[in-house]
């Protein structure tokens, strides 16, 4: 089973992303983690991320993408892939759906966390506190923050009209959405 975690940042979609590889034996594929990972290990894609990437900004799609592609067609992964935080574009949407009919698989669920500003801006400042990321600044935040609404909003009109799409309340407790997307899952 494939999904994809969508939301704002600070939505919980890297918490539910844990929770569900527990549960599934899946795989989190986490396009900020690996982001991060390539500026910390000083790769040349790291070297040309790191601005953007403290500026709160979006990494260009041609390079997101073709990490993403290395991670699709891993056999390892196949039908067990959880993204977290990609797509955040339209293109990178399109390139989703292209690596997967190319290697035979789909997105079983979209699952949209649905959240306000405010509560956004309250998690990450915690979060901030107790993850210690660098790019978690309240600048930063309102920056990622209309980032979002700007270029990866358009993504969610791409996949709510689909019938994987399932929209669920992000405000709620962390393990209140764990159960819904459990029941939805049937797991
Ligand atoms: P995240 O950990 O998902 O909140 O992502 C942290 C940062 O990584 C974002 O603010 C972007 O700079 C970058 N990033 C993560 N995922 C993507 C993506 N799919 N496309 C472009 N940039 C991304």
């Known amino acids: 089973m494939n999904l994809v975690l969508f939301g704002p940042p600070g939505s919980g979609k890297g918490t539910q992303a844990k929770n569900l590889v527990k549960k599934l034996n899946n795989f989190q594929i986490s396009t900020g983690e690996i982001l991060r990972d390539e500026i910390k290990k000083d790769t040349e894609i790291g070297k040309k991320i790191i601005n953007n990437m403290n500026e709160g900004k979006f990494v260009d799609d041609e390079i997101v993408n073709k990490l993403m592609k ?23 949407a399109k390139n989703l759906d292209l690596l997967l009919k190319d290697s035979n698989q789909k997105i079983d669920f979209v699952f949209y966390l649905n959240i306000n500003k405010d509560t956004v801006i309250k998690r990450i400042e915690r979060r901030k506190i107790l993850e210690k990321r660098s790019d978690d600044d309240l600048n930063t935040i309102l920056k990622r923050y209309d980032a979002y609404m700007k270029t990866t909003r358009p993504v969610l009109d791409y996949y709510s009209t689909k019938s994987n799409f399932k929209e669920i309340d992000g405000g709620l407790k962390i393990a209140e959405i764990t159960s819904k997307i459990s029941s939805i899952l049937k797991v």
Not at 72 to 86: A, H, M, R, S, T
């Open 70 to 92: 290395k991670v699709i067609y891993d056999p390892q992964k196949k039908n067990k892939l959880i993204f977290d935080g990609y797509p955040r574009t339209i293109d990178q």
